[in-house]
C-alpha cells in the first residue's frame, strides 16, 4: 500500500487495517475489492495531486462524499486537507473513474445506479423537479462548498465504480 505520511494518511491506514464491517459501511465495498480498485487507478490513470496523498487516501476522500453523502468541507476537515485540495482530490478520482468507464465494458447484469441509491448518498440528492438545465448536480453542498458537476459524468463514474465492484463480487 502507498500511503504515506500526508495529513490524512492515519485515518487512510486505520479504515485499511480496521474492522472490516467499519470498512463495508464506509466504502460499500471489501477492502479485496478497494485495494483492485486502487491498484487499477494507479495503473491506468494519472493524478494531479501532491505524491503525499496516496491513491488509496484519495478514494476515501471520495467516497466520504460519495458514498457518506459528506459536504467537502466535513470531508477536509475529517481529512485534515484544506476545502480546495478535497474538491481537486474528489476530481481527480471522478476522472480516474471515467477512464475506467472507458477501458472496461460495462456488465449488462451490473446494479445500475438508479438500484443503488442506498448506497452512494450523493444519489439520493437528485431530484428530477430540481433539474438543471445545464445538466450539472451540485456535489458536496451542505455547507456552501459544493461544486458543480455533470449529471453524466458522476452518472458514468458511479456506474463504472458499481460495475467494478460487481466484477470483483462476481469473481
Request: glycine share 4%; aromatic share 8%; net charge negative.
Amino acid at each position: 500500500m502507498a500511503v504515506t505520511e500526508s495529513p490524512g494518511a492515519s485515518r487512510a491506514l486505520y479504515l485499511l487495517n480496521g474492522i472490516p464491517d467499519r470498512f463495508n459501511d464506509f466504502c460499500h465495498m471489501d477492502q479485496m475489492t478497494f485495494i483492485q480498485l486502487a491498484d487499477w487507478i494507479v495503473e491506468h490513470a494519472h493524478s494531479n495531486n501532491s505524491p503525499e496523498i496516496s491513491v488509496e487516501e484519495s478514494l476515501f476522500v471520495f467516497l466520504d462524499i460519495v458514498a457518506q453523502g459528506n459536504s467537502f468541507r466535513t470531508a477536509a476537515i475529517d481529512w485534515e486537507h484544506d476545502v480546495k485540495l478535497t474538491q481537486s482530490i474528489f476530481f481527480s478520482v471522478l476522472n480516474a473513474l471515467h477512464i475506467l468507464h472507458e477501458k472496461e465494458d460495462i456488465s449488462p447484469s451490473c446494479p445500475s445506479i438508479t438500484k443503488s441509491k442506498s448506497q452512494w448518498r450523493v444519489l439520493k440528492t437528485w431530484r428530477p423537479d430540481r433539474s438543471r438545465a445545464d445538466g450539472k448536480l451540485r456535489i458536496g453542498d451542505a455547507d456552501g462548498d459544493g461544486l458543480l458537476v455533470s449529471r453524466e459524468s458522476l452518472e458514468q463514474a458511479l456506474t463504472a465504480l458499481n460495475n467494478f465492484i460487481y466484477h470483483c463480487r462476481e469473481s
